[in-house]
C-alpha cells in the first residue's frame, strides 16, 4: 500500500503533467528562433554545437561562421567533416584579439564574417546558423550591432540563428527569442592554473 508521501507525490506529478500538457496543447505553432548563448562562463559554442547537431541529425542545412577563435582550426570542425554535404564552416577570425594585436584587420575579417553569415542568413537553404563569438566582435567595436539586427530582420521565417560570445548587447538580448546567460563559478585556468585542454576546451 502506497504510504502518504508517495500519494501526494503521484498527485503533485499527476498536476505537473496536466499542467505540461495543456501548455504544449497551447503552442502550436513553429517559427525560426534568434538565440543568444552569452555571459562569462563556459559552455556558449558548445551548447550551440549541440544545437547544430541536432539539426544534422534531422537532414536540415546548417552554416557556421566564427568570429574570433579561427586560427584555432578546432576539433569540432573535424568532427563535423563527415557532414559535408549538409554543414558549411567558415573560420574568418584569426585567432583571440591579445594574439592579433592588429584592430584593423580584426576588424576587417569581422566585417568579412558578417557578410558571409550574412549571405547564409538570407539563403532559405540553411535551416540553422551559427554566428560563434559575434557577440565579442560587437563588444569590441568591431562590427555594428545594427547591422546584425538589420540581418536577423531579413532571416526567412523558418531560420534558426544562433549568436554565441560574452557581452551580447542589450539590443539582441531584446530581439532574441531565447537567451541563455551562462554563469562563471569555477574555472580550472584561474583557480588551479590548468591550461586548456583537447576535447575540453578545443
Known sequence: MDSLADQQYKEKMQRRKEVQA???SQSSKEKGLIIVNTGNGKGKTTAALGMVLRSLGHGYRVAIVQF????????????????SDQLVFQAMGEGFTWDTQDRQRDADLA?????QGIEYILDPQFRLILL???????????????????????KPEMTHVI????????????????????????????????????????
Open 68 to 83: 574570433i577563435k579561427g586560427a584555432w582550426e578546432p576539433a569540432e570542425k573535424m568532427a563535423f567533416s563527415h557532414w
Open 163 to 202: 549568436l554565441t560570445g560574452r557581452g551580447a548587447p542589450a539590443q539582441l538580448i531584446e530581439k532574441a527569442d531565447l537567451v541563455t546567460e551562462m554563469s562563471l563559478i569555477k574555472h580550472p585556468f584561474r583557480e588551479q592554473g590548468i591550461k586548456a585542454q583537447p576535447g575540453i576546451e578545443f
Open 132 to 154: 560563434d563569438e559575434i557577440n565579442v566582435a560587437i563588444k569590441l567595436g568591431y562590427l555594428n550591432v545594427e547591422q546584425v539586427l538589420k540581418a536577423l530582420e531579413q
Open 111 to 115: 566585417q568579412k564574417a558578417l557578410n
Open 22 to 24: 495543456q501548455r504544449i
